[in-house]
């Protein structure tokens, strides 16, 4: 073996990877409290350029189609106006969609709430002579009937008001509390933090890149570089394409169920169909969010109507699940039906709503590149095609 500079640098490293592992491996709770503090520490970071990397989709759309450069030579002033006017109505078209889902969505669930509060009080009224009726027409249980009935009556709302005011002492419920409002505030400040480092990275994504890619060939080998710019890019055309195809796929979604809904002249149409399409963004699961909430609202209105909808979501997301999401989504990523489906069910467990979304653009990206590397391994062993067909 010949120990020149090269092979003794791979071996000094992999010595101080070996010790390094066996050092974590010994310290793992100091470990994981220095990766969570990195994490909240760049937290801002991280969340802003998700948002921008999600952004950036919709904005190169307006940028390239709305606001086309003309040809020949474009001034720096007018390029910049350009990227502004992207950026801001790529900000107004996203949160006018949020707001409009708010909007609708929000005032309707107020009154499905407060119905069932008035349902609950006046249920509660009718209740003892509900149970009486009941008594009547089952004589065999009018003994249990009773017994139920004389203990609902018989009830000490004093005690049970003491018991939960105990519970709540004698617990961690506020220490619980406190924990959950500073953990809500401290999201929406990294969030917002987040939002302000997004719009930077958008205004400035060429120079940053630029940057990035001069720093890279400054420190590593040129070939590792060119080829980690190359998957840099498929990635980000697999999640563009990826975005653009669960956007079509949540519209049509959301008209299927407009169109059906109006057909059978079910209560709330529009707003349950422009809710289910925005959940539906969230792939093959979200669009249950969706049904939950609508079937929430229907119940108010008509209780049998409600269970019609719940038959209809069903037959609805298998025709959504089976045909078209494999092959909008599929198609648009360039993945096989059924690796789609693997690479949902297997994002989903691994990191929850989030790993659902990245997942499909991650084994797109995975699946080109092991495709390329087994057609290169394949023409390099000179295997004939007709044992590969």
């Not at 004589?139 to 203990?151: L, T, V, Y």
């Not at 969030?191 to 890279?216: C, H, M, P, S």
Request: glycine content about 8%; overall charge positive; aromatic content about 10%.
């Amino acid at each position: 073996m010949n120990l020149n500079r090269d092979t003794m640098k791979k071996i000094m490293g992999l010595i101080a990877f070996a010790i390094l592992l066996y050092v974590g491996l010994q310290n793992t709770r100091m470990v994981s409290s220095v990766l969570r503090y990195l994490a909240g520490l760049t937290a801002p970071f991280l969340i802003g350029g998700c948002i921008a990397f999600i952004l950036n989709v919709p904005m190169r759309f307006f940028e390239k189609k709305i606001f086309m450069q003309k040809k020949g030579k474009v001034s720096t002033r007018m390029r910049k106006m350009q990227r502004i006017f992207s950026l801001l109505l790529t900000l107004v078209v996203v949160l006018g969609v949020i707001s409009i889902v708010l909007f609708m969505v929000a005032p309707e669930l107020y009154k499905s709430f407060a119905a069932i509060g008035r349902e609950m009080t006046s249920f509660s009224k009718r209740l003892p002579q509900i149970l009486e009726d009941a008594g009547e027409r089952l004589p065999m249980f009018a003994d249990e009937i009773e017994k139920f009935k004389d203990d609902l009556l018989n009830v000490d709302w004093k005690e049970v008001g003491q018991m939960a005011k105990d519970f709540l002492q004698n617990s961690n419920f506020l220490s619980s509390t406190v924990d959950i409002a500073t953990s809500v505030v401290s999201g929406v400040a990294n969030t917002i933090i987040g939002l302000v480092f997004a719009i930077y990275i958008l205004l400035q994504k060429e120079n940053l890149g630029r940057q990035f890619r001069r720093l890279f060939y400054a420190i590593f080998p040129e070939k590792h570089v060119d080829r980690f710019l190359e998957v840099c890019d498929l990635t980000s055309a697999s999640f563009n394409s990826f975005l653009s195809g669960q956007c079509l796929e949540a519209f049509i979604l959301g008209m299927m169920f407009f169109i059906s809904m109006s057909l059978l002249k079910m209560p709330y149409a529009l707003v349950v169909a422009l809710l289910i399409g925005v959940t539906a963004l969230i792939p093959i699961f979200g669009a249950f969010i969706g049904c939950i909430v609508g079937a929430f609202l229907i119940l108010i209105a008509s209780p049998m109507q409600a269970l019609w909808f719940i038959v209809l979501f069903l037959v609805l997301q298998q025709v959504e699940g089976n045909v078209i999401y494999p092959r909008v989504v599929g198609g648009s990523v360039g993945l096989p039906s059924i690796w789609v489906l693997v690479a949902v069910t297997l994002g989903g467990s691994i990191a929850g709503v989030l790993g659902i979304l990245f997942a499909i653009p991650v084994v797109s990206v995975v699946y080109t590149l092991l495709r390329e590397y087994v057609r290169g391994r394949i023409h390099e062993r000179g295997i004939a095609d007709k044992k590969i067909q």
